[in-house]
């Protein structure tokens, strides 16, 4: 037998590292929520593995939420601290049995590294050979060793181990180190974990105890199909002949239309080639007629080119006479003087109108610029806007209208030169002032950027300390890596009274920023800050020591600062009585004097006999409290305010100026080409003059000899386009008839290639078709070139022939098509429908007629018999065998519950026939089915329709029916009578009348028997594990449950509430005691001697469960007998049970004799477990135990080696 010995939990939900120690019968109590069920699903995750099976905390409710995740980060439930493990690290869940038959221990476990993104990366293991106390799951690097490092590590053991990251895999190996157990292990291992009343005693034995045994029916309906297929042969074979004979026909009317098609294609590729050798003549006679056409267009072409020359040449001596006449030439020059003095005149004109425009608008700009406002980025210099006035009026008086002998004076150019000047200095000015706003504007920009930051982190709840404090406290968070929080002084208290807040914020004033850490981490937590001070810029800030600042906890003086703050933290608390403990509060600034140290409301401080008011700024920015993040929220959205308005102001601004900047732009040559112009009329008046003089002169010009000329000019040069014209129409027309007849002779080298080509492909068709069809094609070649009729009409009505008898041919071959796939579907036929021949169909044909149909017959027989012999010899002795063999499992069930009542009850499990299957059950029972004939030879009877009807369902029934009548079970009614006094009644009618301790019985009972009924060998585990187990029992049906659980010779680990442990804990050899302290769990073990000494247990808590029974000797009179036992007098058959029990393992030994010095088994690597001492008979229960940072890695539970080891 193999039996669980230890159990080491590291790292899962709040315990941090224990291992505890099972015997034979182990109680597991402590408070609710102190973690029993946590134990057990641990046991579950180790031992069932896959998730979809296991139901965590199964006692609780149907939708308890525990999850594999939440156990191993240890989730809390608060909202600051969600879970003790955050991160990466590594969780074990590791036990060690103990097999008696090779006398050897071996460990089986599971790893599981998880990650930051709550990913898990698992592996499961069993080594051979190896006790939990050797294992060393520590790393050198001072953490947990993750999966690579164990897995490395297990390499270098000696023995035999596996690893498994399959779950099914591992749960294969598993069933078989547990010795060959059944794969149901796993179903009643979770289903036992928490009471379910039995709702239905048939589905109870389904699940728990007779496991579905399968019966071979292939052979049997594998017989009979023979017989039937033979029979469906036979009679399919005339319907096969009957098929290939109407797809015989169908392909030789198929045949006929596909040779006919043939022969016309034959004649229609003759006529194509005797279309294309006309095509070719037909191009040949249009060749010889453009030829001559262009020879004779050669000819005109030349002569009209002749005359264009002659016409070319009168026309350019016209030209010659007419140019060179005297009067021609002078009306030349004088028009062309009269073009250069318009264009001039215009241009002057054009300038004297910009010079006016640019005169008003300037006008414009001088008024307006002497409205302009001066502030403190413009200011006017004295005497300056009235100069602009002069400036405006010597404008005004320049270039008048209606006057061209204006001319302006050598004063006045000066002056409209010096305006220029004087704008361009304003220009300067004014770029200057556009600069400076410019400046101011992105400086409160930068402000009001940085305002909206400060308001985001304030409404994100980030106060805006300095960056050198919060530099300092993440270095601290890091390098204590959780050991201790980090706090900021002025996060941690608030005020009682707000009038008092300007003081204690001016009085505090870079003190608020001060860092605290945790009293036992203040030294390691200063020698960081003087490591890295140089590196991380966190000069200056605070570090608080809390270690001896704890003394000034509780000296504040009535009256003082103090009392007006609000801390719930004892640190926060010392800091403040240290700093305002002794500055006292005075009502005026005459109060003052009264105290040492004191300060006022109104900021007014005295210390020293000195007086002194703080500074606003010391308070103006609140940070104490949770009130100061909505102040400051206040002050900085007041100042985000005003910083907008004078943006918005200062902008408004800087476009007016942006604006005169622009308008002030290159006066100085503006008004310098202003001077240059302001002689533009009288420049006007001198071009009128000279343009009336060259018009007066071309008046008097005498120009008829000149016209004569120009008019036989323009003759010659209108006959030489028309003769130009000519040559370009006849020059044209050659062209194109050229090209003609080029593209002709290009046809006729493509025609003579399409001859060939014809030519080819009608010679081609011989290779393509049969030869036998060539007479039969000339022949009809011969009657078509002898009609008399154009070639192309020959070829439509030839191949509007061809396409009609196409279409039937497809359509015949379309219904072959059809013939043959529905032949192919039927009888699965693997030849292609659209061959085209005949030949995959004409030979089976013949084959049909060769069939040996009295063979066929010999054949039908013969299966027929075969199925009836597998009938009987397989599945009727089967079914009797499976029925037989359950009656016997029963009788063996029945026989551990015989003489052992529960109170007054005995349980007994009944199995009869099926009420509803009876007629069938009564005929596979009976002996002489086996002994008579065939079946379809027996006499016609009840016996022989029913084994028809059996037949009949298993040959041709659907799915549901096969597992209807090929489970054994459905042939049998199940119940659980139990026998009260001289009662006697039937569980399955009284079941939902019962009581709670009534109904828990028999599931109790019915799944101890299940158990007893999977480890049906002596060389498998025994493991039983309850959950909240026998919570609605009575006393005596407790000690009952127990002691048929020792009978049984089962190894028991039950979570008990408290309330019952006094009842349970005389009746099993270990009881474990699981406690929580905050977030932490761990286990001590009660020793037998406490148990039996009176008759108060303590409890997970520490105290007593309450008083024990009144009648004494249940927990006082037993005496320490071997395993199993409870020992006493009055106890006998439990005294018996034990010895018998004690054949198969060691007695047990007495606790306290096993516990161990402090320590544990991890103790010579200081890995401290327990309180240990010299009057210490077992470990401490409560308090914190030291281990690796500050938890507890090694158990305080005394070991018991010899527990299951070998007499």
Same mark, same amino acid.
């Given at each position: ?451 909206? +930051? ?40 608030? *005020? ?82 240290? *700093? ?122 005498? *120009? ?397 808590? +520490? ?31 439990? +005294? ?72």
């Amino acid at each position: 037998m193999k039996w669980m010995r230890r159990l080491r939990l590291i790292n899962w939900h709040y315990f941090y590292d224990e291992t505890l120690e099972f015997g034979r019968q182990t109680l597991i109590a402590g408070r609710n929520s102190a973690g029993k069920s946590t134990i057990i699903d641990a046991l579950q995750v180790l031992l069932v593995a896959n998730q979809r099976q296991i139901r965590f905390n199964s006692a609780a409710h149907d939708e308890a939420r525990r999850s594999l995740i939440s156990y191993l980060r240890g989730k809390t439930g608060g909202e600051e601290r969600k879970y003790l493990r955050e991160g990466d690290f590594t969780s074990y869940i590791v036990a060690e049995f103990y097999d008696q038959q090779k006398r050897e221990n071996f460990v089986v476990g599971v790893v599981m590294d998880v990650y930051g993104d709550d990913t898990i990366d698992d592996e499961y293991f069993i080594l051979s050979g190896v006790e939990l106390a050797h294992l060393d799951f520590w790393s050198p690097a001072e953490r947990w060793k993750n999966r690579e490092e164990f897995h490395r590590y297990c390499q270098n053991l000696p023995g035999r181990h596996i690893f498994e990251r399959s779950k099914t895999g591992y749960q294969k190996a598993l069933l078989n180190r547990l010795g060959q157990v059944s794969e149901r292990f796993f179903p009643v291992f979770v289903k036992a974990l928490s009471f379910k009343p039995i709702q239905n005693v048939r589905d109870f034995v389904y699940q728990y105890i007779l496991d579905e045994k399968e019966l071979q029916l292939d052979l049997l309906r594998q017989n009979f199909e023979i017989h039937e297929r033979y029979q469906a042969e036979l009679e399919a074979l005339e319907e096969r002949r009957e098929q290939l004979e109407a797809i015989c026909r169908q392909f030789d009317t198929f045949a006929r239309l596909r040779d006919t098609v043939a022969i016309q294609e034959y004649v229609i590729r003759g006529l194509k080639h005797t279309r294309e050798v006309e095509l070719r003549e037909h191009l040949e006679e249009e060749i010889c007629f453009l030829t001559a056409e262009v020879e004779r267009l050669g000819r005109e072409l030349d002569l009209a080119r002749a005359k264009q020359l002659e016409a070319g040449q009168k026309a350019r001596e016209a030209y010659q006479k007419w140019q060179s006449h005297q009067a021609r030439q002078r009306e030349q020059e004088l028009k062309e003087g009269l073009a250069r003095v318009d264009k001039d005149l215009r241009e002057q004109e054009r300038l004297l109108a910009i010079l006016r425009q640019t005169l008003e608008r300037e006008k414009a700009l001088l008024a307006g610029l002497q409205e302009m406002e001066a502030d403190e980025y413009w200011q006017w210099q004295p005497g300056e806007r009235e100069r602009l006035g002069r400036a405006l009026e010597l404008l005004s008086g320049l270039v008048p209208a209606g006057d061209a002998d204006w001319l302006p004076g050598e004063d006045t150019v000066a002056a409209v030169r010096d305006t220029g000047l004087f704008l361009a200095g304003l220009h300067s000015r004014c770029a200057r002032a556009v600069g400076r706003l410019e400046d101011r504007l992105a400086l409160l920009q930068q402000e009001k950027t940085e305002l909206e +930051g400060q308001i985001r982190d304030l409404e994100n709840k980030k106060r805006p300390y300095p960056p050198h404090v919060l530099n300092l406290k993440r270095l601290l968070e890091e390098r204590l890596n959780r050991r201790s929080p980090v706090w900021i002084f002025c996060e941690e208290m608030d *005020l009682k009274d707000e009038t008092w807040r300007d003081a204690v914020e001016g009085y505090l004033y870079t003190q608020r920023f001060d860092l605290l850490v945790e009293p036992r981490v203040f030294a390691e937590a200063l020698a960081i800050y003087e490591r890295e001070k140089g590196k991380h810029q966190i000069e200056g800030v605070g570090l608080v020591d809390t270690e001896k600042e704890q003394k000034y906890l509780g000296t504040a003086q009535e009256g003082s600062l103090a009392e007006e703050m609000v801390t719930g933290n004892p640190v926060i608390q010392a800091h403040i009585d240290h *700093l305002l403990g002794r500055v006292m509060k005075a009502r005026d600034e005459q109060d003052l004097r009264r105290y040492r140290t004191a300060i006022t409301r109104t900021c007014m401080s005295y210390h020293n006999l000195v007086a002194r008011q703080l500074e606003k700024h010391r308070y103006a920015v609140p940070y104490i409290g949770a009130r100061a993040i909505a102040r400051q929220l206040e002050i900085k959205r007041r100042e985000l305010a005003e910083t907008k308005e004078q943006i918005d102001m200062l902008q408004g601004r800087r476009e007016k100026l942006t604006a005169w900047l622009e308008r002030l732009a290159d006066k100085k040559s503006l008004y310098a080409g202003i001077s240059e112009q302001l002689d533009l009329p009288a420049r006007i008046r001198r071009l009128e003059e000279e343009r009336a003089a060259l018009a007066a002169e071309l008046e008097r010009l005498d *120009l008829g000899e000149v016209e004569r000329l120009k008019e036989e000019y323009y003759y010659w040069e209108r006959r030489g386009k028309e003769l130009l014209d000519e040559v370009t129409e006849i020059s044209g027309l050659k062209k194109s008839r050229e090209n003609e007849l080029n593209q002709k002779q290009t046809e006729l080298h493509l025609q003579e290639t399409r001859v060939q080509e014809a030519q080819a492909f009608w010679q081609s068709w011989r290779e393509q078709y049969p030869v036998e069809l060539l007479p039969r094609a000339e022949e009809r070649w011969r009657e078509a070139a002898g009609q008399e009729l154009p070639v192309a009409s020959k070829l439509i009505n030839w191949e509007n022939s061809q396409k009609g008898n196409t279409t039937r041919r497809e359509q015949e071959f379309q219904r072959l098509r059809d013939l043959r796939h529905e032949y192919n579907l039927r009888y699965t036929y693997n030849a292609d429908p659209g061959a085209p021949d005949n030949e995959a169909y004409r030979p089976l044909l013949a084959e049909i007629a060769t069939v040996d149909i009295p063979r066929y017959r010999e054949k039908l027989a013969e299966a027929l018999k075969q199925s009836e012999e597998e009938f009987k010899s397989h599945f009727i002795f089967k079914l009797r065998e499976a029925i037989e063999a359950a009656r016997r499992d029963f009788n063996e069930l029945n026989y551990a519950l015989k003489n052992f009542p529960f109170h007054e009850d005995r349980y007994h499990f009944e199995i009869k026939p099926s009420e509803r299957y009876r007629r069938f059950y009564d005929v596979i029972m009976d002996p002489g089915v086996m002994e008579q004939g065939s079946l379809f030879e027996l006499p016609e009877d009840d016996r022989t329709a029913v084994l028809h009807e059996l037949f009949e369902k298993l040959i041709r029934g659907e799915a549901g029916e096969l597992e209807e009548f090929t489970d054994y079970r459905n042939y049998l009614d199940f119940d659980i009578v139990v026998t009260s006094g001289e009662h006697r009644y039937s569980f399955s009618q009284v079941l939902r009348e019962k009581s709670g301790g009534e109904t828990q019985t028999p599931f109790y009972v019915a799944i101890l028997a299940s158990f007893n009924h999977l480890y049906d060998t002596g060389k498998t585990v025994r493991l039983v594990v309850f959950d909240e187990a026998f919570n609605k029992m009575d006393e005596e049906r407790i000690q009952t449950s127990l002691r048929l659980i020792k009978r049984m010779n089962l190894q028991l680990i039950a979570a008990v509430p408290d309330e019952k442990m006094q009842h349970m804990a005389p009746e099993v050899d270990t009881t474990l005691l699981v406690h929580r302290n905050g977030f932490h769990c761990f286990v001590d073990m009660i020793s037998r001697q406490e148990v039996l000494a009176g008759d108060e247990v303590p409890t997970g808590d +520490g105290q007593p469960a309450g008083p024990g029974d009144t009648d004494g000797g249940r927990a006082g009179g037993h005496k320490e007998a071997g395993y199993g036992g409870t020992g006493g007098e009055d106890s006998g058959d439990a +005294g018996d049970d034990a010895d018998d029990a004690g054949n198969d393992g060691p007695p047990l030994n007495d606790a306290a004799s096993l516990s161990r010095p402090a320590g544990g088994e991890d103790g010579h690597r200081g890995q401290a477990g327990g309180s240990g001492g010299e009057d210490s008979g077992r470990p401490r229960r409560g308090g914190v135990r030291n281990g690796r940072d500050g938890q507890r890695p090694a158990s305080a539970v005394p070991v018991q080696d010899s527990l299951f080891a070998d007499q």
